[in-house]
């Protein structure tokens, strides 16, 4: 999870659920909402069913750090499983991603100036790990809300979590996340397969899935798929 700047290309970090090595406030981000009120669904305490059994313990923070950044508590949830499903808090990936939410340290330096979270040095702490990371993702979404349907807010998922794991700056696209928006745009099919790097392509696949399975599952209790 990098910070790109303008003009310029952050490569996309590897998920710690792919390739890892284990070492021995809140201020508001660029942006409104990107959910109305109208539009969002309340968490019920219970973990998804397709939180890992690891995650699961975790459920109730990162509903909380969900709720503080306003956005759905399942988009932080499937950030967490695709980062980290092994829940390894003392996690260091061989690209730097730190944590629960595998948040480089260059971005929490960022993310903390913004905040006024301690991500730089808490980031072993559950709950500021997806507090930080959480602010982080909101702010990548925030960048893709131009793109959401009605009842529909798959585009702003997908644009929120391929900007989390490439990198973003407000109101800018990098190149993975222009190419992701060129499919949204286009109505693809399948607008992950658009991204060139292999990293955010499976990313955004992951996440797409996951998403499928939350909003047939509230369908399915009687709540609103999005």
Known sequence: TGYVQPGEETPAHEPSGMVALVPGAEAAGPGGPVLSAADSVPDNGAPPPWLSR???????????????????????????????????????????????????????????????????????????????????LKGAMDNGADLARPGDNEPVLLMGMAGYNSGWQPGIDSAITAQLRAALTAGAADPCSWIGNVYTRRYCSQARD???QSVAERAAQGGMGQ
């Not at 399942?74 to 991603?97: C, K, Y």
């Not at 629960?100 to 330096?109: G, K, S, V």
């Open 210 to 212: 996951m998403w499928a």
């Open 54 to 136: 690891e995650l699961s313990p975790y459920w109730g923070t990162i509903a909380a750090a969900a709720a503080e950044r306003g956005i759905d508590s399942h988009w932080l949830g499937i950030l967490a499983m695709v980062e980290n499903p092994l829940a390894q808090t003392a996690i260091v990936t061989f690209d730097g991603g730190h944590g629960l939410a595998q948040i480089q340290r260059e971005t929490a330096a960022v993310i903390q100036a913004g905040s006024g979270l301690p991500c730089v040095n808490g980031w072993m702490d559950p709950a500021t790990s997806y507090r930080c990371g959480a602010w982080y």
